[in-house]
């Protein structure tokens, strides 16, 4: 069994900086068991919106909303990835969560980090 752990979300002012983590453990060896890893948010009553993408061959994709602004990576010594989200806007605030899918298909959901960018 994978576990995500998220970490990194709080308050930050309009055009300010934050990077998400997002720490891998369990039934896992390394990065290289992910087909692909993402960040996604949510506010409540609405649909969730994918945010940022990275497969294991290094493409990355991102939502229209975040393009130039959020970059995702990863840290395969850590067994990490991050989102590091930069001239951040009110309507930036969400919960984020982390997700991944296995190279065999299963996949997992992080319990989700707040992020609130206000004045």
């Known amino acids: 069994q994978v576990h995500l752990v998220e970490s990194g979300g709080g308050l930050v002012q309009p055009g300010g900086s934050l990077r998400l983590s997002c720490a891998v453990s369990g039934s896992v060896d390394s990065m290289n068991a992910f087909a692909l890893v993402r960040w996604y948010r949510q506010v409540p009553g609405r649909q969730r919106e994918m945010v940022a993408s990275l497969t294991n061959t290094g493409y990355t994709t991102y939502g229209d909303s975040v393009k130039g602004r959020f970059t995702i990576s990863r840290d395969y010594a850590l067994n990490t990835f991050y989102l590091q989200m930069n001239s951040l806007k009110p309507e930036d605030t969400n919960v984020y969560y982390c997700?991944?899918?296995?190279?065999?298909?299963?996949?997992?959901w992080g319990q989700g980090t707040q992020v609130a960018v206000s004045t």
């Open positions: 997700y991944v899918l296995a190279v065999g298909g299963g996949s997992t």
